[in-house]
């Protein structure tokens, strides 16, 4: 339902990779979960029980990435439908606490456990950020990846807000114009 799940999708949609979303139990389930299929979303399912049962039900393969921004529950769900050898990316964790870590599901199953953050990344490979640009930005332009964002009444709460949380701020701007002739 992030703004980063919602080109997760469409992204694996391109290379036509089956993805498995989870998204909390809330009243407009079936809205979000509607658009999420819209956008390429393979199985869209709320965040609640046991995720394997699941995909043993649907008789979908068990996953080789996952890719958690919520963390607590959320990050232990998402390492117990691993395949072994398969790789955990957690890059938030909205618990606001100290999340249990799935050492089980490291041990036994010999997940690859990843943080990522975004400004660390940007920091440490300046030219990663131009490549991921043009990569993304003729997708984007071709109306292949489309986000539905928050949008604050005024720009100074949107920053106000990332401030409280020591958010980095990456502000992206796309013109209605032609890049390629700027």
């Avoid at 139990?25 to 390429?40: H, N, P, Q, S, Y």
């Avoid at 996952?66 to 938030?92: C, F, H, N």
């Avoid at 490979?125 to 640009?133: A, I, K, L, N, S």
């Avoid at 990569?135 to 100074?156: A, F, G, M, N, Y």
Wanted: glycine share 6%.
């Amino acid at each position: 339902e992030s703004v980063v799940g919602q080109a997760v999708i469409q992204l694996c949609s391109i290379l036509q990779i089956k993805t498995i979303n989870l998204i909390d139990d809330r009243e407009d389930f079936d809205e979000l979960a509607d658009v999420l299929t819209a956008k390429g979303a393979t199985h869209v399912w709320k965040n609640t029980g046991s995720v394997l049962d699941r995909i043993r039900r649907s008789r979908a393969m068990l996953p080789r990435l996952g890719i958690d921004a919520k963390g607590g529950d959320t990050l232990r769900r998402v390492a117990e439908t691993l395949r072994p050898d398969s790789t955990l990316v957690s890059y938030g964790s909205s618990t606001q606490k100290v999340d249990p870590f799935p050492f089980a599901a490291l041990l036994y199953q010999n997940l690859e456990i990843r943080g990522f953050w975004l400004y660390k990344w940007l920091k440490d490979h300046p030219e990663g950020f131009d490549q991921m640009t043009h990569l993304l930005l003729p997708l984007v332009e071709d109306e292949k990846i489309h986000v539905e964002t928050s949008r604050w009444e005024r720009l100074e709460e949107s920053f106000e807000a990332m401030l409280k949380v020591r958010m980095p701020i990456v502000l992206l701007v796309f013109a209605e114009r032609d890049l390629g002739k700027a």
